[in-house]
């Protein structure tokens, strides 16, 4: 895999070009910030304006199955990846840097499960792959998800969270500080079902008024997605609501995360009833606007599969910014998680990721060189 967490598609060899993005499809830019890192990204083609495409309609799917687009005057402005790119690329150009030159080292599809400081002040980090690879020694200890710090690890993988047994041993208040504000963060699941269309079908599909559409009233489905990757292929990814991912929390779809690091069985039947409620929604939903016999809704060309984002999106509380640089541990949170100041309600989404990462660069470098952070 490569770099993207929640913005990564899912590629397949079955159907050569099919890439899904089945996690993230699109994200808004509301602040000032935020928005001149995206004109830069767009200008770099990591990134495309959907407002300046076209042919990328937002809106939403009422309940009387009709679709009313939003005001595009009144809405914010909104990305998606670039034509013939999945979401990921955006991560990959962050990776990347502006003038092409290596900005970071990574070490890609490797779980970090054990993590240790050294006794030195202040102390450096270990870093143990799951399968106890060494990963090397680092100065800081930047983390982008709750996981390593989070009492829910006890129940996924058994055993104490890898950075709570670390600070047990470093006797850091502010460290300790840091992860008592952390254990009370929650998530929002929402289960995802991918379907792939060619032919006739593709063409079906793609003829609908929207990219992506939130589906008014209905417990179960709250947003559809429409992908033209090209005339003769459509990808389309139904989004459930938060209570419907709720009710069916024990599904997984067999290639989860879960099922695959945690060893979380998946139940064939029960994921056929998640995906054939999914179904039903969609095809009442779209009764009027999608010319069903030819859009073959229950026959795609690929999929229908399902997957489980068991954190699609934080809930309240999130991390209070306060605690997301720990200057004595050389421990740092960063993502969507962790409050940003400023930019209140951007929490849970790729501007709120955005905008904490760029604050703890900020707040790094100024630790790190000891400039002064008002410059940048
Ligand atoms: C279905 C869905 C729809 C969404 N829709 C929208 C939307 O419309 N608009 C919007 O703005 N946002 C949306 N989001 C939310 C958006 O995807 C996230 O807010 C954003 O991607 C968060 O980025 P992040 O870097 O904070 O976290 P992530 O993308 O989750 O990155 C965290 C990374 O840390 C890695 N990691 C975690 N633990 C370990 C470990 N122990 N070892 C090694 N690596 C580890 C993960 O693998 C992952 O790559 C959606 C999310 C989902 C799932």
Redesign the pocket.
Known sequence: GG??????PRLTREIPGLRVD???????AHTPRFSSLCTSLVARNALQCCSSAGSLTFGQLKADGTFEAEDAAAAPRRYCAPEGKGMSTLCEALLRGDDETKLAYTTLS????KVEASASEPPQWRLTSKSGTDLGTFDWLVI??T??AHPRWRSTFGGEP?LVQAALSLNDPALDSALVALAPLTAKP?T?ALLAYEGDAAAAWGSLPFY?AWVEDDPTLS?IVVQRISPTLTTV?L?STHAFAESSAHVYGATS?AARLAGAKSDKGEEQRVLDAMLNAAENRLDGLLNTSIASIRSPAWGPHLHR?G????DSPLLPEANAVVPSARVAF????VEVGGAEGRG??????AL??LRLAQALKSQIEGVDALEL
């Open positions: 770099p993207g967490g929640r913005a990564t089945h996690g993230v499809p699109s994200f808004a490797t779980m970090v499960s982008s998800s996981g390593i890898p929402v995802a992506k947003r990814v989004h995360t984002w954190s699609a999106f934080p960063c993502g969507d998680f849970g989404s790729v501007e709120g990721a904490s990462g």
